[in-house]
């Protein structure tokens, strides 16, 4: 069983010993550390990978000892991850479908380390595609009238299938501040440019209005600003005055997937941690 | 002799053929053709490059045949340049060195066909890079009292030095809708972001501060909206949370030395046409 | 209907405009025209997309005239192709499946102007993926022993299909001169390296062994000499020393995918010509 | 000051515990660590930035710990650096002035924390830059001749100027083993080729022949085998079939200019560590 550890705390002298001389007294070997300082905010972050040994007997004492030695002292936020159950990911989509083959390709593949309970869609025109995959579609329309009630729905089937992220593979709605509240850090966006660059909609559109020479997408955690969330990854490929708006759309389709898909897989490997909107993406 | 023209007009049937028929009957060779059409604004755009044949002699009859045959009845735009005469680039710079140094270096090893009369500048901090490669330096201190004196000393050197564009590279005073009217789009910017990401001032502390995943550069021309002209070059590179603002400005150095650079470059060749605030650039 | 000419013939003067009078004569506007000479071969290359006036008629007619008045007296290699009839196109897969996922998604997402009338496999691994996809799968087996037998059967196919060109989307067997020499410049192969570097087999544990810091993947025509072929599409992604060979492996799929897809979409959009062993690429 | 520490030895279970502890024991605090495992070679490395407490007096008593304590026990190969000496860097140029006016250029602007003592050439050429830049040039011719003689005349220079390591800004000479093995790992050089592709003599002619879509540059210290030592940094640019091998090698240029520095100043940092013909770079 491989074990990651989380931290963030106020920077202070000697944490990296103190932490890794408790792990080694606690029979972990680390087989991964890396930390950050983030100089401006004062704040320490590091990321543990532990195998524990075979004299190893008790997590929860292990956890226990942890919090009592170190966090508190040290005022740390800290989580722990085993990797011995799969964390479950909601998809929600729409219309487009380039993300949802993308991902359900890649699940299929054995790429994605998830359980995939369900898709869920506004709309029908992806059914076919959760159907094609063995994917259970839920369909909840979404319009001004039934807001509240969608979301309610929304929420049971989130909590039904004890569902750990979601992913917004182009849904085309925006999220509400519950639901937001209820997964903070934990609902994945792919936005079809390179933020802040045309935040909003149809930034192909205001892209190709600019002139630009290079068109982006990002995936970042949904926050209730709209596009001004933590960005997890970004990528970016050139075009040209010979481009259309039609030619930004299809460039843009391969950028939203594999950097949607990048930033799931850094998010299922518990690379990144959030601290002021901003995100530390250890490697 | 080469000689290259660029032509914009509307849309129509049968522009090509007429061109290069033209060209042809009148002992010229295409030896590059290039055309765009810029669908929503239903505009035409073609760049040609000719070799004259031994039998042609008069490039003044050719130019007025050319407006009379093609250019009135086609209400066309155009521009016709031999490569027979340099022209003068006049470089602006304030404090920092990067892009300076790296257009003197390019100049000094033949890299770009111009010639540079002067370089002018608000501060004296960089006159002793332009002495060490020997490019005269004229230094017009700019504040909000003499502003008005600065930029007539600005175009009366302009003038004297018959100075055909020019480039800021990293000149940090906002220029006047005066001077651009006289050199328009013929005064070249470097933006030392990804535009339209963080126009203004301070853009890499922008970017640290977003917490953004790639930074970048532009290349623009220079209208009287800041940093909302047509752009003519971009690039980027990423950033990791471990970089500090001074990281960011450090990585960015090389960039915006290469997009100026590059920008310039094109200028130069004749190879951008501006329509409509957007460029379009031949490669 | 959209008609595309693709022409080369040795460079001399006046070749455009005596193409371009020939097509305004006939009745074709010219929508977009891309030319290109090499210099070193004195080889001149042009891509023309025509649209036809109301007051065309006759494609054959056309086509007659054209070899008559143009492609003779220049000694033009030539091909002309209308938009009414889509390609057909024939994938042929072994076991990995990334390449497959995506080139069924895009098909079925309307991204590539094709018919896919059947997958080919020497294995039956991917089977489900080409059911899934309700896209004909056959099952070729390929051995020492039978690969004189399997490529009849691959032939029989192929021609009972009119398949018109192939995509080896990490089809782990070495196609024969006799297969290539009858789709000469019409079977496009993704190599998971950036060719020449890492040619043959392996090339991500090659690349690993030589601690490069970039990995990349390569379209290319398929020619009697393996991973030499005319290359289509290139690109690249970068690595670290913290990256295994498996890391590299799961990083190449994306590029593999996406730089096979590229080169496909290109194919298709008769925007390729080659010429001692490169390619031409109109944009 | 600040100290750096590299340390590489055989994989062990609690090693990064007992350093760090170490450190804190003797009034270090850590403000930087990384580390590595290479898994196939079973190989631990370490890279720690420390500053010291006030109450900390004696960097060779530390040392002298460090090598009893930590380095005996876990046969640790380790360095330790502080920043309060700059090392002295030697410049090797032919007659290609790109990098050198770029090295010079960052030198004076403060980007590279060095000394330049002199810049060496077989040539006379770039000397009016050494002169511009006011650093020492000496010219020591180079032929077949006179081989043995010049490196002795080198080898003078290099220990006059007590120079730590030296960098091939273009220097078209094969360096002799001799040297080499007086500067291991000291030694960087720029090709002009995505290395392993395009080893050895006119990379930019191999490539324009081989057709190949992105042209490369790869920074590497220097080993008896030509074109074969450890790579510390590469990069790539696009390039068409409508680029000249002029155009190869313009925009090349700027890619070994960047690629260069960049590795130049990885070295500098100490972020650099050599294992198996292979680096780690720490970031």
Redesign the interface.
Known sequence: MKTTILVHCPDQ??I???V??F??RNHG???????????PADVFFMRIVIEF?DTFSNLDHFKSLFQEELASPYTMEWSLHTDDKLPKMAIFVSKY??CL??LL?RY??G?LAVEIPFVLSNHTDLKHIAD??EIPFFHIPFNKQNRVEAEKEQLVLLEKYEIDFIVLARYMQIVSGNLISKFPNRIINIHHS?????AGAKPYHAAFK?????I?ATSHYVTEELDEG???????TTV???H?IEDFI?KG??LEK?VL?RGVKLHIARKTMVYN?????F?
């Open positions: 002298s000697g990296i010993s103190t890794t001389g792990i080694h070997n680390i087989v991964y550390l890396d930390q950050h300082v983030d100089k040994a479908n380039h083959y993308d390709s299929r593949s790429e094609q995959f390179f933020l802040p660059a045309f600019r002139g630009v020479k290079i982006g933590p960005i997890i990854e970004q990528d970016v040209t005055h010979s259309s299809t389709r391969d594999i898909s909107n901003k995100t530390v993406i490697s």
